[in-house]
């Protein structure tokens, strides 16, 4: 009988034999945002997504968006500890 998988591992599977490895983590930190950055970020972002290890982020705050920039290492630390692995290498702020 065979072992039995979380549909989790499953879509990793999927995922990895595609070559596409990362995107479920990329598309579960975007799903995530609130969780990941707290609920004032989030609130404050207007479009978020993930393309070859950069996080493009949205903000309708001028003030936010600059006070992130301070703490970018920060925030991409905090990005790749909940997704597990490093899938963020760099932030750009818009």
Excluded: C
């Excluded at 945002?33 to 972002?45: L, N, P, R, S, Y």
């Excluded at 790749?80 to 818009?94: Q, S």
């Amino acid at each position: 009988m065979q072992e039995e998988k979380t549909l989790k591992d499953l879509m990793k599977v999927l995922f990895k034999s595609y070559k596409q490895g990362d995107k479920f983590d990329e598309v579960r930190v975007v799903n995530s945002w609130e969780e990941v950055a707290g609920k004032m970020i989030a609130q404050k972002t207007t479009k978020l997504f993930i393309n070859k290890q950069t996080l493009y982020l949205t903000l309708d705050s001028p003030s936010l968006k600059n006070e992130l920039r301070y703490h970018k290492l920060v925030l991409i630390e905090k990005v790749n500890t909940f997704a597990g692995k490093e899938i963020i290498k760099d932030i750009k702020f818009f």
